[in-house]
């Protein structure tokens, strides 16, 4: 049984149904979860749109695009690059709802029962090892299910401020901006981190006038520092207004205008504000600490590197467990979860080989261990990070910003962590992922041939000169 049909929950389920396991899979709004209907897939849709305006508005002047209106003369020819949000957003549904009934099509189709509702467990392990699930559908009529284990994968909700409600209309959150009908003139986002940068950038693509208030002193701090200080950088450079150590403490609306107010006292007033205060895990309400689930302080649900929790029998993955909130890692510890429990063979998930990406413009990929673990001494490390300035497809693509650092072994050369910030870093961060997870060198990664010219390789020049740096310091 698996109760949330997020990446966590719907790759589970075709794992098992693979395996031969009769599943069930119990979910409220459609196969895909928050990921595919209001998180991932409809912001990567939107920021899509946005970055062919960034990238448009950034180097058409320079590649010697002209883009003028029909007021003559030539000369003061403006910029008439525009968006309709409405047919965006439109889009942005059209895509997520599609996806969905693609995954459920898949689940459905490899064998697995796809049920819609809520599920909760009931009780503790029985003796002959199996578990009750109840399920309550939207009509408010109950099912009980026994199942010989239960994977919760029910994801989580954005995080709301007491004194900055949302309404759907000004305050939003980022599930609600999907329901604009117009781009914001003024767009306050709250937050800095990876869902408030991201969309920071990206209504500020689409038009927007944007200010983004961070309560750090720079935007995504939990990010490498030098990617982070290029993001800021640019997003400086375009126009957006970057109010660092600045914390909100509420956001309200008068008439069709939003103040927030700012824990020093001052405020700042735009037409729309965006809350990107993070998450709250979808643990509460389903009878877990009852049925001998551990919760963290915070909500989370205490997993081990085999997904299992506390109680014998019950699972989790994905964002309620708090381990990492990027898809592909809910998908693998649901994966994870059926393997142990279908008594196949498993390796234990290793965050240390998980790549992940920010989807702003640059965007930042990073894997392995990061410059803060290099620095506190948590791995030693050699360090090299190259500009992509230096990089003969940049310069032709007009690309000013963005570079590629590799962290690997003294002695050895292995390969341990890399960050690339650069258009479509998500692509590019690839190879350094499979010699992190396969521990090949930086003398494997500068032999192997590159396309010339490619920002690839900038990864590849890297590797070299860690190398060469590297034989030298053996010698």
Not at 56 to 69: K, M, N, P, R
Not at 161 to 167: E, T
Not at 326 to 334: D, H, K, N
Request: glycine share 10%.
């Amino acid at each position: 049984m698996i109760i949330g049909g997020g990446p966590g929950g719907y790759e589970a389920a075709l794992v098992a149904a693979q395996l031969g396991a009769e599943v069930t899979v119990v979910d409220c709004d459609g196969l895909g979860g928050a990921s595919v209907l209001t998180d991932c897939v409809p912001s990567k849709t939107l920021i899509a749109t946005a970055e062919v305006m960034t990238t448009f508005d950034s180097s058409y002047e320079e590649l010697g695009i002209i883009v003028a209106d029909d007021t003559p003369p030539m000369e003061q020819a403006a910029r008439v690059v525009g968006v309709d949000l409405g047919k965006v957003n439109r889009r942005v549904k059209r895509l997520a709802l599609a996806q969905s009934h693609d995954i459920t099509a898949s689940v459905t189709r490899a064998g697995a029962r796809v049920m819609r509702g809520r599920g909760r467990l009931d009780g503790m392990q029985s003796i002959d090892g199996s578990r009750k699930v109840v399920v309550r559908a939207a009509d408010g009529a109950e099912e009980t299910l026994v199942a010989d284990a239960v994977l919760i994968a029910t994801g989580g909700h954005p995080r709301e401020l007491p004194d900055a409600q949302p309404d759907g209309e000004r305050i939003l959150n980022w599930t609600q901006v999907y329901d604009l009908d117009e781009l914001p003139d003024e767009l306050i986002v709250v937050g800095s981190g990876v869902t408030g940068a991201e969309f920071a950038g990206a209504y500020q693509a689409l038009g927007s006038k944007v200010t983004l208030v961070s309560s750090r002193d720079r935007v995504l701090p939990g990010e490498d520092p030098d990617a982070a200080a290029v993001l800021e950088d640019v997003f400086r450079r375009r126009g957006m207004n970057v109010m660092a150590r600045s914390r909100a403490e509420s956001a309200k609306r008068i008439g069709d205008r939003v103040e927030v107010t700012l824990s020093d006292g001052r405020v700042i007033s735009g037409s729309h504000c965006l809350m990107a205060v993070g998450a709250i895990p979808n643990s509460s309400g389903m009878g877990l600490e009852e049925a001998g689930v551990k919760l963290r302080d915070s909500g989370h649900i205490w997993t081990d590197k085999v997904s299992r929790t506390t109680a014998p029998g019950v699972y989790a993955a994905g964002d309620v467990t708090g381990v990492f909130a990027l898809a592909s890692v809910a998908a693998m510890q649901g994966r994870i979860a059926m393997y142990h429990f279908l008594g196949d063979a498993v390796a234990p998930l290793n965050l240390k080989t998980v790549s992940s990406n920010v989807f702003t413009d640059p965007e930042i990929a990073t894997v392995g261990y990061s410059q803060a673990d290099v620095d506190a001494g948590k791995i030693d490390a050699r360090v090299v990070k190259l500009p992509l300035l230096r990089n003969p497809r940049a310069k032709m693509q007009g690309i000013r910003d963005g570079f590629v650092k590799i962290f690997c072994r003294p002695g050895t050369g292995i390969v341990v962590g890399g960050v690339v910030v650069a258009p479509r870093a998500s692509e590019l961060i690839h190879p350094i992922s499979i010699a992190v997870d396969n521990n090949l060198t930086v003398e494997q990664i500068a032999n192997a041939f590159t396309v010339y010219p490619s920002l690839s390789g900038s990864i590849a020049e890297v590797a070299r000169q860690l190398h060469t740096r590297k034989t030298a310091g053996d010698a």
